[in-house]
């Protein structure tokens, strides 16, 4: 009996054009592959362009991993309007008077700017796709249903204005966020300190973890590399390379068939702190800084090979626990 060839691995670094939704983008990854098993790691904006990563095969088990880097933006947005959506194609809810930006300059902007860098609580947008009681934040939108967003600690990590024009009323900058930090809340905000109110009217993301603008495939090279005959191999990255973040730990032959199997891993007699050939720190099972598991890319032996990514797993009380096992022995 011949068995159907195993679809491939890997992460695609997607440019999304401006009009495609992210579930826009993984159902046309599906049409133009083939592949059923396509993910993405973290909704942007469909008036957004930029990269989205796109999960094929067994690495839509790592997407979770993936959505919780950071995020590279540029941002634009239009001072002097406030509006449902909180960019600048919702409706108005209000509009600065004439001559409102005489008071402003751009020192007053790099100053309210710096101002919003760090750890802050951040309400996302009524138009979201945040879930709450089951249903996301749009749907109620839509439906004329006013519901509580509860806020969710976020952080900015650097932010710098690029460019004012204030006889537009035109204002970008660069940022460096958390997961779940909204540019669109985040223009809302600064026009609110500013005292004019602002939408955003212009989105690039220009990093995802390691996922960068300049690597991003389009949509127009994707179709005519698949169109005409072109690997798919050659567009997707391995599914280790963006958990390089992650300390590594490799295994035995013994301990690799104990970690697919989900059994602890316990550490080598006498050995404190070792699993296989690997050292790992004493308090390796303790939170990160952020309150973050520790978690550890995983190798060991299998189909022939010692040095194949297993998966993902934790330390605890001195053992090695898996987190996500991505391949079988």
Avoid at 54 to 80: F, N
Avoid at 115 to 139: C, N
Avoid at 196 to 202: D, F, L, N, Q, R
Avoid at 267 to 272: D, I, L, V
């Amino acid at each position: 009996m011949n068995r159907a060839p195993a679809e491939p691995d890997g992460i695609v670094n997607f440019l999304k054009p401006a009009g495609m939704s992210s579930h826009d983008a993984v159902a046309f990854f599906r049409r133009v592959s083939g592949i059923r098993r396509v993910g993405h790691t973290g909704t942007l904006d469909p008036m957004a362009v930029g990269v989205l990563p796109l999960c094929v095969g067994r690495a839509t088990r790592i997407a979770e991993y993936l959505a919780s880097d950071r995020k590279r933006y540029r941002c634009e947005m239009r001072l002097g309007l406030a509006t449902d959506t909180q960019d600048v194609w919702g409706r108005v809810l209000s509009e600065a008077e004439d001559g409102f930006a005489a008071r402003l300059d751009a020192r007053l902007l790099a100053e309210t700017a710096a101002r919003f860098i760090g750890a802050r609580m951040q309400t996302p947008p009524a138009y979201s796709a945040v879930k709450v009681r089951g249903r996301k934040l749009y749907e109620y939108a839509r439906a004329g249903e006013s519901v509580a967003a509860p806020a969710r600690r976020i952080e900015i990590f650097s932010m710098e204005i690029k460019r004012v024009d204030l006889n537009r009323g035109l204002v970008s900058f660069e940022a460096e966020c958390s997961k779940g930090a909204y540019m669109r809340t985040l223009c809302h905000d600064m026009g609110r300190a500013l005292g004019c109110g602002a939408a955003m009217s212009a989105l690039i993301r220009m990093r995802s973890g390691m996922f960068a603008l300049d690597g991003a495939r389009t949509v127009e090279e994707i179709e005519a590399a698949l169109s005409a005959g072109a690997s798919l191999e050659g567009f997707l990255t391995p599914l280790d390379a963006p958990l390089r973040g992650f300390p590594a730990v490799r295994l035995s032959a013994e301990e690799s068939r104990a970690f697919v199997n989900g059994a602890r891993v316990e550490r080598a007699p006498g050995g404190a702190g070792v699993f296989g050939h690997a050292e790992v720190p004493e308090d390796a099972g303790a939170l990160g800084a952020d309150g973050a598991r520790v978690l550890y890319r995983v190798y060991g032996t299998a189909g022939g090979r010692e040095d194949a990514f297993l998966g993902v797993g934790s330390a605890q009380s001195g053992a090695l626990c898996a987190d996500k096992v991505l391949l079988r022995l």
